[in-house]
Structure formats: structure tokens, C-alpha cells
């Protein structure tokens, strides 16, 4: 692999002791720094048994579970063979130090490669290549969790060019979790807010289709010129959860139908409506033949606010502090037993929401409250309209709400995204001006 050049600098610490011409494993000469991150030092090498350049990655490894995963899945992704992923020639420690050897790339990620924007046809033959090489890893029981535009390395040889998947730093084993299928506290790890998954965002199971919804927020801003969903790092992990993403032909005029459903297809919040990275290929490549790019040319353009990388990363702890809301549809009172997870979701939203009381609701644009609350008609007095969540089935409650003047019904258990849509309409119709 290779790594952009904006890390001139190494990290301090641990990575401070390995310098140009150390050899690592006993045959890897480091050459030069190539960059370095959060997560470790990358450095030109030379193997001095096969006389070739490789790329070779130090890792910090203090936990010893985490030095014996990364050993076992090490040795997992060196068996990969693909065009379209990263070779892996070896895999060691000294220590609290981990080193993967690494095929030696050059060229852009495909972040810089569409800074000027893409042809359709090239972006959707793009990410063909890269839904070929996901599945063949996905078929060897290897998910990479952290599939975003700068993990993708446009190689060139000569007139030849390939898309290649790099870092699987964040990869694991289908295999290597424990029998729910979750990472262990000792394993948290981040991924790339913009592209991470509605469960990886909840950090629950993960299944290859974690991969497939990346890759569709990675088409979606091929061809929008911006995520499905953008801000602070939290907010946008929840929109992952409980919004539906923006309708991609709405934001992009001209852009085929086909190419909508597609992304479509691939941001579905539940894991098992996505298409396999085999199918999402076959549609690309179908696609990319069939359409002239023209002069219409996507890309990531610089009309976003690029994030320092460090600032684009987060880990599976900080995903569950509080979500900071925004006022954009209006204010929501809630009153009673009603869970945080759906006031999580109206904020992904742009609604302020807040915990109260009848006697400060008045101010709110709307009222939710538990029908078994006895704040029922003090809430129904403010004037403000009111949604009251009731027990599902039962339907004389129902009535006898409506009757009593309420707007509105939720059945519980509340389900957090199908209340915030609720919630979300009566709101506009409460507010008639808003967008």
C-alpha cells in the first residue's frame, strides 16, 4: 500500500524508537516514513531476503488479546489473493509492536483521485472493482469495517489502472468475534463516521453487509458531491441509525433511476435488505457499460468541509454519548416514560427535543406523552398538539384519546425511527411554514 503524504510527521512515543535503516522481523529494512496515524507508523521497506520494496505498517499492540487477534486475522488476510485487495506478505510482533508487510502501491486514493469530480461511467466501474474485491475477502470470511474513499488506492502501472482496497486495519474475522458476533471491550475499535453502518454506529453484530452500506455511502458522494449524511461526528451516527438518507436522484438531476436504486438498495437500514458485494458488482458493471459518463462529472468537491482524518474517526465508546440536537423543525416537549432512543432520533432529524413538564410544555411546538401519565389533560390545556403513546391493541384508549382532543397515537414498545417519523410529520403540520 501507500499513504498520503499529508503525515509528514511521526507519532510521538512508542513509534519515536524506529527510525530509517532499523530492521524489523529480521529481514525488513526500513527505508523511509510514508505516514503515520492514530493507529500506527507506515514506512517504505526493503525485504533483504527478496530484495523488493514492500509498504510495512507498526502497530501499537499493548493488550495482549489484541496482539493475538491481530496475529490470527493477520494470517487470515495474507491468504486473500485479489487483484483488488492490498497484498499481505507477512505478519509479526516484537512486543508490544505489531508489523503487517504490505504490497508496495502508487497512485491516489480515490478520495483525491475525484477531487475534479468523475465521469458516471468510471465512478460506477470504480466501484465495481471494489465490490469484487469485498467479496471475494467477504467469501474468505473477512470484513474491513472502516471502507471509506481514502482506503481506496487507484494503482497505476504504465497505462494500466486498478482499484485497490487498502487498510484493513480495522478488519476482523467473521470468525474471530465471540458467539454474538460483537467485538470484546479489549477490541473496540473505530470506524469513519460518514460511512459507518446503522449497526456498526449501534456497535452491535457485524456481517459483511456493513461493507455494502460503506460502499453505498461511497457511490452516494461519488455521484452527490456529499455524503448521505454530514456534521459532528455523533449526529451523523444517528442519522445512520434512525434517518432515511436523502433521495439521491432528488439531489442529483439527470442522474439515472437505476443508479438511485441501487444506492438505495445498499443504504437499507436493516443489514439483510442490502444486495451481496457479488451483486452490487454485477449492477455496476451492468450500469457503466450501458451509460455515457458525458460531461457530467461527480466527485467529492471541496463545496464540504473536509475533516482532519483524526477528526473523522471514533470509537465504538463515543458512539453512545449523548447526541447534540439542533432546531431546525422545531421544539418537542416529552412527558412521561417515553424512551431517550427516540428522542436520539428526532434529533438526528433537526428536532430540539427536551424532557418537561405540562406547565413549561406550552412553549414546545408539540407535546409526546406516555397515555398513562396523569399529565394527560394538563398537557391537552397547553393548546400545543399532543401525541400520546399507548399500549399496542389497545384500541378503546385509542379512541378515548382521540375524543379527549390528542392528535395523535404511538403504540408501545416504541419503535425509535417509526415514532420520529410520526413525530416528525405532526410537527410540520403543526408548523405549516416549515421546510
Known amino acids: 500500500m501507500t499513504v498520503d503524504s499529508s503525515h509528514p510527521t511521526l507519532p510521538s512515543g512508542m513509534f519515536a524508537v524506529v527510525d530509517v535503516a532499523q530492521v524489523v522481523l529480521d529481514r525488513y529494512r526500513l527505508e523511509a516514513p510514508l505516514g503515520a496515524g ?43 489473493d485479489h487483484p483488488g485487495l492490498c497484498k499481505i506478505y507477512d505478519v509479526g510482533q516484537d512486543g508490544p509492536r505489531g508489523f503487517l508487510v504490505m504490497e508496495l502501491l502508487s497512485g491516489q486514493t480515490l478520495f483525491r483521485l475525484a477531487d475534479g469530480g468523475l465521469p458516471l461511467s468510471r465512478a460506477l466501474a470504480v466501484t465495481a472493482e ?118 439521491l436522484t432528488a439531489l442529483v438531476p439527470g442522474l439515472p433511476d437505476a443508479v438511485g436504486v441501487l444506492v438505495g438498495r445498499m443504504l437499507q437500514k436493516a443489514p439483510a435488505d442490502r444486495p ?38 471514533v470509537t465504538q465508546t ?10 431546525v423543525l422545531g421544539t418537542v416537549a416529552v412527558i412521561g416514560a417515553i424512551p431517550d432512543e427516540v428522542m436520539v432520533a428526532l434529533a438526528a432529524s433537526g428536532v430540539a427535543c427536551h424532557r418537561s413538564v405540562p406547565a413549561e410544555a406550552a412553549a414546545a411546538d408539540l407535546i409526546v406523552v406516555d397515555a398513562d401519565s396523569p399529565t394527560v389533560d394538563a398537557c391537552l390545556a397547553t393548546g400545543r398538539p399532543v401525541i400520546a403513546a399507548v399500549a399496542a391493541g389497545d384500541i378503546a384508549a385509542s379512541l378515548t384519546l382521540a375524543r379527549r382532543g390528542v392528535a395523535d397515537v404511538l403504540t408501545r414498545p416504541l419503535a425509535a425511527d417509526v415514532a420520529a417519523r410520526k413525530i416528525e410529520r405532526r410537527l410540520r403540520r403543526a408548523k405549516p411554514g416549515t421546510p
Open 38 to 80: 492514530g493507529m500506527g507508523s507506515v514506512w517504505r521497506a526493503r525485504d533483504t531476503v527478496l530484495g523488493r520494496e514492500v509498504a510495512l505498517k507498526i502497530m501499537s499492540l499493548e493488550d495482549p488479546l489484541a496482539r493475538g487477534r491481530f496475529l490470527r486475522e493477520g494470517k487470515l488476510a495474507a491468504r486473500l
Open 130 to 247: 471494489v465490490a469484487r474485491a469485498m467479496a471475494h475477502a467477504h467469501q474468505a470470511g473477512m470484513i474491513h469495517r472502516d471502507l471509506k474513499p481514502d482506503n481506496i488506492l487507484i494503482d497505476r502501472r504504465g497505462d494500466a489502472e486498478r482499484a485497490v482496497v487498502i487498510d484493513f486495519g480495522l478488519a476482523f474475522s467473521l470468525d474471530g468475534a465471540d458467539a454474538t458476533g460483537r467485538l470484546t471491550q479489549a477490541d473496540v475499535t473505530g470506524g469513519t463516521p460518514m460511512y459507518m453502518s446503522p449497526e456498526q454506529a449501534r456497535a452491535a453484530p457485524l456481517t459483511a453487509a456493513s461493507d455494502v452500506y460503506a460502499l453505498g455511502c461511497i457511490l452516494f458522494e461519488l455521484c452527490a458531491d456529499r455524503p448521505p449524511f454530514d456534521g459532528a461526528a455523533a449526529l451523523v451516527m444517528s442519522k445512520h441509525v434512525y434517518t432515511a438518507p436523502p433521495v
Open 276 to 313: 451481496t458485494m457479488a451483486e452490487v458488482a454485477v449492477s455496476c458493471e451492468r450500469l457503466a457499460t450501458q451509460l455515457d459518463g458525458g460531461g457530467w462529472r461527480p466527485g467529492f468537491g471541496r463545496g464540504k468541509v473536509v475533516e482532519d482524518r483524526a477528526h473523522r474517526m
Open 318 to 327: 463515543e458512539a453512545a454519548q449523548a447526541v447534540p440536537t439542533g432546531a
